[in-house]
């Protein structure tokens, strides 16, 4: 299984809502990120966890909340977005630190 | 800003001509990568090439690095209608490989 998988594929949330974006992977990575895209602009960093601990977050809101309850999965937890919040959200792992990413295809949320 | 800079932001060529994208970046990397996105969903990862090596083929892709001009080029040969995508080069940041930060990106149209 070489695969990342994301859920749901889309989010439509309202500014009250609270919700979690999921990412799963069994290939055996121990460093796993989320990353935000928004219309037509690049990928940027929010989050990376390594070895199942936070090691990096790039002065995200605190209405995002990662979560990396094991080594296979990632969580966000959504809570009090704004519009400008929607974007493509893209999860990845890798297998540690020092290799390249493999990428899921993402969950595109509209804050509403 | 690290963000690395890619022209043409767009291209669109015929079925069969080659395209070639190009991608210039800011600081010094252990190597630089290449990910093609097919309309707003995830990333694919197609070469990375590392800053010890000049040229790198895979299939019909053929990428250069020149590290005194801080610079990449992405050529797809004899290209397809299903080559039509975003294409993202991606450097490390601190030269940490899975920690990137993406250039602004090449719209390519491949017209049948």
């Known amino acids: 299984d070489t695969e990342v998988t994301q859920t749901p594929k889309h989010l439509v949330m309202g500014m009250t809502n609270k919700k979690s974006l999921k990412c799963e992977q069994h290939?055996?990575?121990?460093?796993m990120y989320w990353y935000k895209q928004k219309a037509k602009k690049p990928p940027e960093l929010m989050f990376v966890?390594?070895?199942?601990?936070?090691?990096i977050n790039e002065s995200v809101p605190s209405r995002f909340s990662p979560e990396c309850p094991n080594s296979s999965l990632l969580n966000l937890h959504l809570h009090a977005l704004q519009p400008e919040d929607s974007a493509l959200y893209l999860c990845a792992s890798s297998q540690e630190e020092a290799s390249r990413p493999y990428f899921g295809p993402g969950t595109r949320l509209t804050v509403l | 800003s690290q963000q690395g800079e890619e022209d043409p932001q767009a291209l669109s060529i015929q079925e069969g001509e080659n395209a070639t994208m190009n991608c210039s970046y800011k600081?010094?990397?252990?190597?630089l990568q290449w990910y093609r996105q097919n309309s707003g969903r995830g990333l694919v990862h197609l070469i990375l090439?590392?800053?010890?090596?000049r040229e790198k083929h895979s299939g019909r892709l053929r990428v250069t690095l020149d590290t005194s001009k801080k610079s990449s080029s992405l050529l797809i040969t004899a290209s397809r209608a299903a080559d039509t995508a975003s294409y993202f080069c991606a450097t490390p940041r601190g030269g940490a490989t899975n920690k990137l930060i993406f250039g602004t990106g090449t719209l390519l149209a491949v017209q049948p």
């Open positions: 290939m055996g990575h121990r460093a």
């Open positions: 600081t010094s990397i252990n190597n």
């Open positions: 090439i590392r800053s010890n090596e």
């Open positions: 966890y390594s070895y199942e601990k936070l090691s």
